[in-house]
């Protein structure tokens, strides 16, 4: 039998590495978003990601191959998204969705050509602090970890102080609020978008790697199972501030693992609503939020210099 603490317990912990997933994907989003892109396709790039650091890692038995991997395929999906957005100035919605459909067809196709059938990797390693990792409750909580758990909320603060202490922070923000003013200021808003958008692919990706070789050490077909768009909501929720994305994701990571609790404990409600309680929880809190949020005032809009 568990305890009251031992549960509270675990359900802190579980909810600390299940963020990270969201983390990397909705911290690489925000970036896109703030500088007037929306990508629907992050589904798919956290797909075809979470592949690629699997395959690779199960092929060579190094993961820092596989987040490599990861990279790489998330770098070639944010150019593949950049162009089509801020060169051909496709409707952000539909090519988003067009990528995601992509992401989850070809990560099927090679899984089932590849690798056939469900087997696993020994991962990313954990991260050892000497005494701290042995301390009662904190040890667990905070430091027993992978490091890719830790290099999420890593990107919290890097995203803040660039987004808000850096010239490229300026320019990301000028392009997605005004960026016909930004370009008569001498901002490229093409290279700008390009950047940011390139860069949420590659933690996109690395949201996808830390799912197959951080958490679960296993691939499995559309084994993100919508935590692409939960990153998307995420961004919303949090205002387009990674501080505000970092308390979203940890709100629904704690939901998430709450519902695996009550499976893990038997208890007496249904499983399929505890499954959907995430999912139920982001419509809940989009219908909230989108009332007070103020997006980008250029989100969505294709720029055309004059």
Known sequence: MYSIGDILLGIAASGIRLATPYLYAAIGETLGQRSGVLNLGVEGQMLLGAFAAFYVTYRTGNPWLGLLAAVLVGLLMGLAMAFVTVNLHAEQGISGIGFYLFGLGMSDLLFQKLLGTVDSVKGVPDAHFPLLSDLPVLGELLFRHNWMVYGAYALVPLAWFVLNKTPWGLM???????????????????????????????????????????????????????????????????????????????????????????????????????????????????????????????????????
């Open 172 to 306: 990301i923000k000028a392009a997605g609020e005004n960026p016909h003013a930004a370009d008569s200021l001498g901002v490229s808003v093409a290279k700008v978008r390009y950047a940011t958008v390139t860069l949420g692919g590659i933690l996109s990706a690395l949201g996808g790697a830390s799912l197959s070789i951080g958490l679960l050490k296993i691939f499995q077909q559309n084994m993100t199972s919508g935590l692409g768009f939960i990153a998307v909501a995420l961004v919303y929720f949090g205002s387009w501030r990674p501080v505000g994305v970092l308390m979203g994701a940890l709100l629904f990571s704690l939901v998430n693992a709450l519902q695996l609790w009550v499976q893990v404990l038997g208890l007496p409600i249904p499983a399929d609503f505890a499954v959907m309680a995430p999912y139920v929880l982001t419509i809940v809190v989009l219908v909230i939020v989108v009332q007070r949020a103020r997006p980008p005032a250029a989100l969505t809009k294709p720029f055309t210099r004059e």
